[in-house]
T-cell receptor
Framework: GAGVSQSPSNKVTEKGKDVELRCDPISGHTALYWYRQRLGQGLEFLIYFQGNSAPDKSGLPSDRFSAERTGESVSTLTIQRTQQEDSAVYLC?????????????FGPGTRLTVL | AQSVTQLGSHVSVSEGALVLLRCNYSSSVPPYLFWYVQYPNQGLQLLLK??????LVKGINGFEAEFKKSETSFHLTKPSAHMSDAAEYFC????????????FGTGTSLTVIP
C-alpha cells in the first residue's frame, strides 16, 4: 500500500494477557518509530529502528514492552502481561531518511483496551 | 531536553474566522518544528515543518506557521476556517541533540462552528 498500515485496528484484551501489534511501514523507509498515545495526552516515544542498527529502546516504559523489526520491513510491538494502564492508541511511523528534521509518516494506529 | 507546550486543549472558531493554535517549545539547540493534523480514526498527517531558512512556513490546506526564536513559539494560523479543518492538531519538536526522538505536545482539538 501507499501508506503505513497497522493491525489490528482495535484490540480488546484481558489484564495479564500478551498482545502483539503489527506495523507495515512505507516501502523503502529505513526508519520506523513506535509511539503511545494515551487519552488526552500527546504522543509518547517508545522505540526507534534504523536499518540494521541497534534499536533505540529508551522510551519503552517497562520490560513488559518489546519490539522487533525484520530488516527494513514489518515491525511488531509486543506487550506482555498487559495492565489496564497499557490501554492507549499505539501509533507507528516511518521515515524515508532518519534524523530530526525529516517527516514521519504515521499509520492509523491500534487502539488497545485492557479490561 | 526538548519539550512542547500547546496552550488550549480545545479551540472553537466560527466558519470563516481566523484559526490560531499556539505552540511554545523548549530547546537548548536550534529546533526543528512540526505541525501535524489528526482526523478521526486516522494517523497523523504533516501540515508543515520548519527546519532552517525562512521563518514563515506555509503548509497544506492554507495553514502557515511562524518560527519566532525570541518567543520560542511556532503558532499555527489559517485566515479563514473551514468545516473540514475540524481535527486534532499536534505540535512537535526535534533537534540535533535529541537523537531520533520527536517530542509532541498534548494536542489541540479544533471545532469549527457553522
Amino acid at each position: 500500500g501507499a501508506g503505513v498500515s497497522q493491525s489490528p485496528s482495535n484490540k480488546v484484551t484481558e489484564k495479564g494477557k500478551d498482545v502483539e501489534l503489527r506495523c507495515d511501514p512505507i516501502s523503502g523507509h529505513t526508519a520506523l518509530y513506535w509511539y503511545r498515545q494515551r487519552l488526552g495526552q500527546g504522543l509518547e516515544f517508545l522505540i526507534y529502528f534504523q536499518g540494521n542498527s541497534a534499536p533505540d529502546k529508551s522510551g519503552l516504559p517497562s520490560d513488559r514492552f518489546s519490539a522487533e523489526r525484520t530488516g527494513e520491513s514489518v515491525s511488531t510491538l509486543t506487550i506482555q502481561r498487559t495492565q489496564q494502564e497499557d490501554s492507549a492508541v499505539y501509533l507507528c511511523a516511518s521515515s524515508l531518511v532518519p534524523g530530526p528534521g525529516h517527516e514521519q509518516f504515521f499509520g492509523p494506529g491500534t487502539r488497545l483496551t485492557v479490561l | 531536553a526538548q519539550s512542547v507546550t500547546q496552550l488550549g486543549s480545545h479551540v472553537s472558531v466560527s466558519e470563516g474566522a481566523l484559526v490560531l493554535l499556539r505552540c511554545n517549545y523548549s530547546s537548548s539547540v536550534p529546533p526543528y518544528l512540526f505541525w501535524y493534523v489528526q482526523y478521526p480514526n486516522q494517523g497523523l498527517q504533516l501540515l508543515l515543518k520548519y527546519t532552517t531558512g525562512a521563518t514563515l512556513v506555509k503548509g497544506i490546506n492554507g495553514f502557515e506557521a511562524e518560527f519566532k526564536k525570541s518567543e520560542t513559539s511556532f503558532h499555527l494560523t489559517k485566515p479563514s476556517a473551514h468545516m473540514s479543518d475540524a481535527a486534532e492538531y499536534f505540535c512537535a519538536v526535534s533537534a540535533s541533540n535529541t537523537g531520533n526522538q520527536f517530542y509532541f505536545g498534548t494536542g489541540t482539538s479544533l471545532t469549527v462552528i457553522p
